[in-house]
């Protein structure tokens, strides 16, 4: 069974730039999560998806962000215009319905904005 | 709000020899309590979690978490280490506000000699 996957696995753009990076679910994974860790510091909730439905999306830091799950497969992730403090590490992650606490997760897209 | 603590950043142990990754909580309720593990280049796998039942959990790897209400602690161990346990961990807890998601601690960072 395939894992979570993310693209790209490392971007680096210039501030003021767009980036859209791309979360690919397991299989049958009806909820989607994004989650970033910056700087080392603790990783934190952005939004879940359930199906293309957003479900939560109180972790989303401000409007430059943007998230879709259109046809509640695969989720892309925008940042326009990127600033400094975006750079960190984002990281997708997909749990079953049933089983909403396991969650599997990407490896993670390192971010680097300058 | 809910939160989870990890002390230690690193945590330096010898192969064979017992380990114990500390995590202390806060939460409103009974918690729910999980762990994972972050291989280099590679995204975060589910240890194991408590949300019911007997206060020892086991999980993957033949590690254990241990919950303790009276000290809000949810300490990883295993009995003997391994190199290649060496990894980022990282505790969390959910955050029963908002559906899903996941309140995680800082991570702490596992290094086993030979």
């Known amino acids: 069974e395939a894992g979570v996957t993310q693209f790209p696995s490392h971007s680096v753009i210039e501030k003021g730039q767009t980036v859209t990076l791309r979360c690919d679910p397991i299989?049958?994974?009806?909820?989607l999560y994004w989650y970033r860790r910056v700087m080392g510091k603790e990783i934190k909730f952005l939004l879940h998806?359930?199906?293309?439905?957003?479900?939560?999306e109180s972790g989303m830091p401000n409007n430059r962000f943007l998230a879709e799950r259109t046809g509640g497969t695969y989720s892309t992730l925008k940042v326009q215009p990127a600033e400094l403090e975006d750079s960190g590490v984002y990281f997708c992650?997909?749990?079953?319905?049933?089983?909403?606490?396991?969650?599997?997760f990407g490896p993670g897209t390192r971010l680097t904005v300058t | 709000a809910q939160s989870v603590a990890q002390p230690e950043d690193q945590v330096n142990v010898a192969e064979g020899n017992p380990l114990t990754v500390k995590c202390t909580y806060s939460?409103?309720?009974?918690?729910?309590l999980f762990w994972y593990v972050q291989y280099p280049n590679r995204g975060l796998q589910f240890l194991l979690k408590?949300?019911?039942?007997?206060?020892l959990v086991k999980g993957s790897y033949g590690f254990e978490a241990e919950f303790n209400k009276s000290q809000t602690s949810f300490h990883l161990k295993k009995p003997s280490a391994l190199v290649s346990d060496s990894a980022l961990y990282f505790c969390?807890?959910?955050?029963?506000?908002?559906?899903?998601?996941?309140?995680f601690g800082t991570g702490t960072r596992l290094l086993v000699s030979p």
């Open positions: 992650a997909s749990s079953q319905v049933s089983n909403p606490y396991e969650q599997y």
């Open positions: 299989s049958g994974h009806d909820n």
């Open positions: 998806f359930v199906k293309e439905s957003k479900q939560d």
């Open positions: 939460v409103s309720g009974n918690p729910y």
């Open positions: 408590y949300i019911t039942g007997d206060n």
């Open positions: 969390a807890v959910r955050d029963i506000r908002g559906f899903q998601k996941l309140v």
